[in-house]
């Protein structure tokens, strides 16, 4: 899970945002630089893995765990073209360890 992981750590850490919406997010996974099909790849991809819960104009709350969780999740399915292997409780606790540390 490297670009969702280091995105949501540094998120959390810097505390620079406290809300996205899903469009903004996938236009810095995809790059600046990227054309309007790339950043659609990736809004389509997590609206695909979270059950089309996730819309582009879906604001994602980072300090609510569960949306971050519902985002990190969709995120990681994208990315890997499979579920996480990892319980919800094991993303959480990662969320709160890189709270603590920041």
Wanted: glycine share 4%; aromatic share 10%.
């Amino acid at each position: 899970m490297p670009a969702c992981a280091d995105y949501i750590v540094a998120a959390l850490a810097s505390r620079q945002f406290a809300l996205e919406d899903l469009a903004s997010l996938a236009l810095k996974y995809a790059g600046q630089d990227a054309t309007p099909a790339e950043v659609k790849a990736y809004t389509d991809g997590w609206s695909k893995w979270s059950n089309g819960a996730m819309q582009p104009d879906t604001i994602i709350h980072f300090a609510l765990d569960e949306e971050l969780l519902d985002f990190a999740k969709a995120e990681f399915a994208h990315e890997a073209a499979a579920v996480s292997p990892l319980h919800d409780d094991q993303i959480l606790y990662g969320f709160a360890l890189e709270r603590q540390a920041a």
